[in-house]
Nanobody, 122 residues
Framework: QEQLVESGGGLVQAGGSLRLSCAAS????????MGWFRQAPGKEREVVAT????????SYADSVKGRFTISRENAKNTVYLQMNSLKPEDTAVYYC???????????????WGQGTLVTVSS
């Protein structure tokens, strides 16, 4: 089973950019859909973006479309989230998740990382 380790979070001013990375251990990364989720204080965890195992299909929450880009490098067992034009409402702990199945079409999270905090100041 994979272990996921996120990095790249931090403090940024509104309008700035950050790139989050999620490094996966294990041998099944390239066969699993991946996703980024976030949880703001006092709110439920929500999906931000997902990417298929091949990288050929992506999806985004309406709130981040046009600003965030999810991508993956299967050779490096890593998935990324490029975040541009950040807003204070993007402040949250960001988690990556791996599908619970191989070759899945719709992401069903089975493994979670520990999270990385993103804080956007106004």
């Amino acid at each position: 089973q994979e272990q996921l380790v996120e990095s790249g979070g931090g403090l940024v001013q509104a309008g700035g950019s950050l790139r989050l990375s999620c490094a996966a251990s294990g041998r099944t990364f390239s066969r699993k859909a991946m996703g980024w989720f976030r949880q703001a204080p006092g709110k439920e965890r929500e999906v931000v973006a997902t990417i298929s195992w091949s990288g050929g299909s992506t999806s985004y929450a309406d709130s981040v479309k046009g600003r965030f880009t999810i991508s993956r490098e299967n050779a490096k067992n890593t998935v990324y989230l490029q975040m541009n034009s950040l807003k204070p409402e993007d402040t949250a702990v960001y988690y990556c998740a791996a599908d619970s199945r191989e070759w899945g079409v719709v992401l069903i999270p089975g493994v979670w990382g520990q999270g990385t905090l993103v804080t956007v100041s106004s």
